[in-house]
């Protein structure tokens, strides 16, 4: 959800620095279609008023076309905002875990890495890092490993498995000397389903978004309240909320803003 507001922030920046390019090239070229359309309507013999009209015609939709050109966001802008919604989903599936004792932090930022958290979940369970995949289906499973549709999920089971292990090294090493701590990573789908519902991969778990909270309710008690107190307090140290700043004036707009779509 960050990543989007960060992203969309940049955009409209990018956007507003090249406001004064669009106004003027769109003024020249309905300037140059009213001209042509006037030229055309005198050899044509046509009366001055339809000429007019004409002319304003092709004035009002030049400017119609730029106007929806220039507002219209890019195409990687609505793919991170359905990623956003799709996060949305999930943390909503996940506020019921509070009334079990769990402390769920959404947008967190993880030390060396430009990415982020989408939900670190706490609770007498453990651990849970929880990333939200909005792949629509189906899901499915071959001697090439986990597809949704035609996209590969291997490099996505990869980085979630990654994230599980330096969240789980970096609250370590927070925590007082004897502490053990082995955070879960899950893959949320909130438009799909893995196959039969439920699937291990890689030391990934992977459930539909509705069914996470469930799952882990159901994983058994390891930690007491005290426990719970501690380890959030600790992770909510290493792993700030991500941050959604403003655009440094002194970076180009476009620069930063292809950088992150990049990412």
Not at 40 to 66: P, R, Y
């Amino acid at each position: 959800m960050a990543e989007y507001r960060r992203c969309r922030q940049l955009y409209v920046v990018e956007r507003k620095d090249r406001a004064t390019r669009a106004a003027v090239a769109a003024g020249v070229v309905a300037g140059v279609a009213a001209i042509v359309v006037s030229v055309f309507g005198v050899l044509l013999s046509l009366s001055t008023l339809l000429i007019l009209q004409l002319a304003l015609g092709f004035v009002i939709v030049v400017l119609a076309v730029a106007a929806t050109r220039f507002f219209r966001s890019p195409p990687e802008i609505e793919s991170w905002r359905e990623d956003a919604e799709a996060e949305r989903h999930t943390a909503r599936a996940l506020e019921r875990l509070a009334r079990a004792g769990y402390t769920v932090l959404h947008d967190r930022s993880i030390t060396g890495s430009a990415g982020n958290i989408d939900h670190l979940v706490i609770g007498p369970s453990g651990a849970w890092v929880v990333e939200t995949a909005a792949h629509r289906g189906p899901l499915r499973q071959n001697r090439a490993g986990l597809w949704a549709g035609k996209v590969p999920l291997h490099p996505m089971l990869e980085l979630v498995a990654w994230m599980g292990e330096e969240v789980t090294n970096q609250l370590v090493a927070e925590l007082p000397a004897g502490w053990q701590v082995c955070v879960q990573p899950v893959i949320a789908f909130a438009r799909a389903a893995p196959p039969h519902g439920l699937a291990v991969l890689d030391d990934v778990v992977l459930l539909p978004a509705t069914g996470v909270a469930d799952y882990i309710l159901t994983a058994g008690v390891l930690l007491r309240p005290l426990d719970v107190a501690v380890l959030v307090d600790a992770a909510e140290r290493v792993f700030p909320a991500y941050p959604v700043n403003g655009p440094e004036p002194t970076w180009p707009a476009m620069s930063r803003l292809r950088g992150l779509l990049r990412r």
